[in-house]
């Protein structure tokens, strides 16, 4: 069942919610989905500044899963460069990109829009910043917002940030995430960034920081995506057949 079958009052809140504070949105069904479109006001200063032609999908377990964001007044030339993600819609005769916004790295998602949050608090926060930014680039060349580096270098990006780390302490950080994932930790285990230093009295209030902000479930997403993605490199590295 689909989420606006499952909770139709959650449908009537986000279509209110737009006729309030977005009126230039508009929601339809397409396709089985719930689809948002229309003009993306962005201001500077409390000026008006740009506009972009946009549309968002809600997908089936809105809100379980985050709204996907796009561009389709084809104003910005999309690349990961422009913090757009690629995929693919599987033709008959070919497959056609299609480009959504990158918003933020995926755990970023417990901060940026947590759980209990609205649609208009997705548009306020994340969907504000993106194009705010986008229309700053055009003015300037510069990115306001999106620093971080996209996939899984900002995942590692991200917890990198939060245990205070450089994203090459690779190792350094998935230890310190596995601690994340136990209650509590005797006094005498020593830190992973140092093995002079107890674990209690250095990082761990780094990592209980994480623990407060994301659902284990995610911290054990990033882990499996993370050590695969360092072994694969290390393999690369060490030159083992068949791995190029
Ligand atoms: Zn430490």
Redesign the pocket.
Known sequence: MVWWEDDPALLDSLVSGLAKEFLDLSVKKQGGKVVVFGDWHVYMDKEYATSYTIKIDLPDDYPISMPVVYETGNRIKKSVDTHFIRSEIRGNYSAIPIYSACLFAPPERWERWPPGSNFNDFLKGPVNDFFLSQAYYELTGKWLFGERPHGIEGIFDYYAEKLNLKTEQVSIILKCLQYALIRDVKSHVK????KS?R?IS??WRLIKGIVDILPREQIIIDIKRMSENYLRKQRILSGEPGML
């Open positions: 830190c992973p960034c140092d230093k674990l250095c990082h």
